[in-house]
């Protein structure tokens, strides 16, 4: 079993950043892939970015250039992943996930972007 939680959601002024973090625990050694996905009110969850264990990161064109994603794997029992977020924009409002190997998810974290 893989134990996800994500943190570092928040209000932000756009304009501004925020740094979404990812913890993958468990049996995580099978894990290869890891990725941020959000889900913007009314709207259907959306890819964002992901990365591999080897640092090969993708981006959804939407946030290329403004998010990036970066992966820490200390061991075999943990790896953690960042989304660094700058330029956020009203319309980045969204509840924020992230998953290991596309099949565990988080519960999500609330990102605001108002003024």
């Known amino acids: 079993q893989v134990h996800v939680v994500e943190s570092g959601g928040g209000l932000v002024q756009p304009g501004g950043s925020l740094r979404l973090s990812c913890a993958a625990s468990g049996s995580i050694v099978s894990i290869t892939d890891m990725g941020w996905y959000r889900q913007r009110p009314g709207k259907e969850r959306e890819f964002l970015a992901s990365v591999t264990s080897y640092g090969v990161t993708n981006y959804a064109d939407s946030v290329k250039g403004r998010f990036t994603i970066s992966i820490i794997s200390r061991d075999n029992a943990k790896k953690t992943v960042y989304l660094q977020m700058n330029s956020l924009k009203p319309e980045d409002t969204a509840v924020y996930y992230c998953?290991?190997?596309?099949?565990?998810w988080g519960q999500g974290t609330q990102v605001t972007v108002s003024s």
């Open positions: 998953a290991a190997a596309t099949y565990y």
